[in-house]
């Protein structure tokens, strides 16, 4: 008989798993989470320091940090030759910058296209031509209310970039399920993380935004790496294509 007290269809034990972005915020959260409830990580950001802050954090054995640039093409092609076959991809590295349409310019909106969206694109187009996602594996876009269902003043660049990688989401779904690989997203609204400082909204500003959301509180990063782990898991060994959202309820204020 087993042991009902070791059954957890969210396990990820035995599998390997690519965390983009891991350094802070939501990807670090997620990283060290997964270690805890048994992946084999393979943890990658451009912030060398940061990032080994992180892989002691870790949990477990077998765990691999990786610098690279997910804005320079090279540096992708490195990341995928140097990790082994991965049973889920987290494609969670991102950056934000708030500003009008009226001041939005092209240096700032490449920069943004580049590692929100063509850095996901292109590092998961290549582990897939690599054949480094193990059959029946996961693939999670960290994408956002923002752009999607939520449209906010001076959001528009990062908002843009977000819709675009949920459409590529659902792409890579039909493309990609002939090898049983899965890809779906998850949708946060306002999480307490450091990117929330990279606009200018004042004290008063954050306190009417956050009254919208029905729970009354921004999310924090373990709500999201939770939804993460689900998508990675067996236990949502059916879905692919999907977006959840993790929103505390924003979408259905009026």
């Known amino acids: ?115 929100n969206t063509l850095g996901a694109v292109f590092l998961s187009r290549n582990l897939y031509k690599k054949k480094k996602i193990n059959k029946n594996g996961s693939i999670v876009f960290n994408v956002s209310i923002a752009g999607t269902a939520l449209f906010s003043s001076g959001n528009a660049m990062y908002g843009m970039s977000k819709a675009a990688i949920q459409t590529f989401m659902k792409y890579a779904a039909v493309e990609f399920a002939g090898r049983g690989i899965r890809c779906n997203s998850v949708n ?35 709500d999201v790496a939770y939804a993460i782990i689900y998508l990675l898991s067996d236990a949502s060994s059916w879905t692919t294509g999907t977006s959840l959202v993790v929103d505390g309820g924003r979408l259905l204020y009026t």
Request: net charge negative; charged share 25%.
């Open 188 to 222: 946060p609204g306002m999480i307490e993380t450091p990117l929330i400082n990279e606009d200018s909204l004042t004290t008063e500003d954050y306190e009417k935004d956050r009254a919208k959301y029905l729970l009354k509180r921004y999310g924090k990063p373990e």
């Open 1 to 115: 008989m087993n042991d009902v007290n070791m059954y957890n269809p969210f396990s990820l034990n035995g599998k390997t798993v690519l965390i983009t972005g891991a350094s802070s915020g939501i990807g670090r959260t997620t990283a060290i989470e997964c270690s805890k409830i048994g992946a084999k990580l393979n943890i990658v950001s451009r912030n060398e320091e940061r990032l080994l802050e992180c892989f002691s954090k870790l949990e477990g054995a077998g765990h691999q940090m990786i610098r690279a640039d997910l804005t320079s093409m090279e540096d992708i092609e490195r990341l995928v030759a140097s990790v082994p076959p991965l049973d889920g991809v987290v494609n969670n590295a991102g950056i934000a910058k708030i500003l009008p349409v009226q001041f939005v310019n092209e240096v700032d909106l490449n920069e943004i296209y580049k590692t």
